[in-house]
């Protein structure tokens, strides 16, 4: 198995040719991530043409891409469907009708700090504010995160809240990316929400593990494997070319400890948006022991206009997908409308 960041922590390493290479810590390697737009050029050799471009956006939403991500980059390719994904672009500056900050109205539905809670039976946590890797297209670009990330006492309120409504069975963590936090803190949260009786189910929103795959490792697989609740993994990935070597042994040892692993991807233009890369992501995701959930169409949030893909050509393109695919390849196309109880099928 290859491992894309071979690393090596230790001089010792460096100097012991028979040593497996070693990934370093997943906590290293979110901090090591590059943050600067002209670094990111210059590591992809870039034509500085995209330099303006990428400051601009980069002035709206930082940049950020870890290099086990930026691995799986082909340079000097201004295409490339994982590019597109991180780089920051002039068009992000474009306003453009019914793109807007908050499309999703959560900060009508927090009743407790870091809770949102709009569908029946289930609420979804902001575990972490913070993300590994800054998507270009993220409907969370203007979430007021600062307000949103609680301090475990201050999850105090919010587990009374849970406490105090037995309708609710399942917890979401989400984010930002809930597993850019601590394992300790996880641990501490999690083995709180085992305590309340009428939880049944845990369910983490994460795109860490496809983005710095060394994220799973023994502490995390510690306590995801020992609580009584019943483990869902919704993972994010948008094409194919994002699961490497090192992917499929996260998504190994997260099914080896008994999590259900799902994936949720968005319709991105320029990504994702043809039939072909649709089946060929379906085909790799369910190779490596996911199966496909949601796609996604875009919500409309300020300065990702250009990742719009209509309506009917996203149904078009599903169409074409159920034709060419089995059914449990085929993800539900759905779009997310503020005050619907659930998310809608279009
Ligand atoms: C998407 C979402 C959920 C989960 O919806 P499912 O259809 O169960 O996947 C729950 N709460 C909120 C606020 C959401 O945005
Ligand atoms: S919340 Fe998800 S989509 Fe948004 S920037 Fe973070 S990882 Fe990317």
Redesign the pocket.
Known sequence: MITRTPIAVHDADVHDVDAAPVAASWQRQLSAAITDPLELCRRLDLDPGWLPGAEAGHALFATRVPEAYLARIRPRDPGDPLLRQVLPVASETETATGFVDDPLAERDHTPKPGLIHKYAGRVLLIASPA?????RY?F?RHFPYDDNAPSMREWETTLDYLRGDDSIREVILS???PLASSDRRLAALVERLSEIPHLKRLRIHT?LPVVIPARVDDALLGWLGETRLQRVMVL?INHAQEIDDAVIGACQRLRDAGVTLLNQSVLLRGVNDDVATLEALSEQLFDAGVLPYYLHVLDPVRGASHFDVGDDEARDLVAALRARAPGFLVPRLVREIPGEPNKTPL
């Open positions: 993300c590994a890797i800054n998507c993220c969370r984010g930002g990316d795109r994010h």
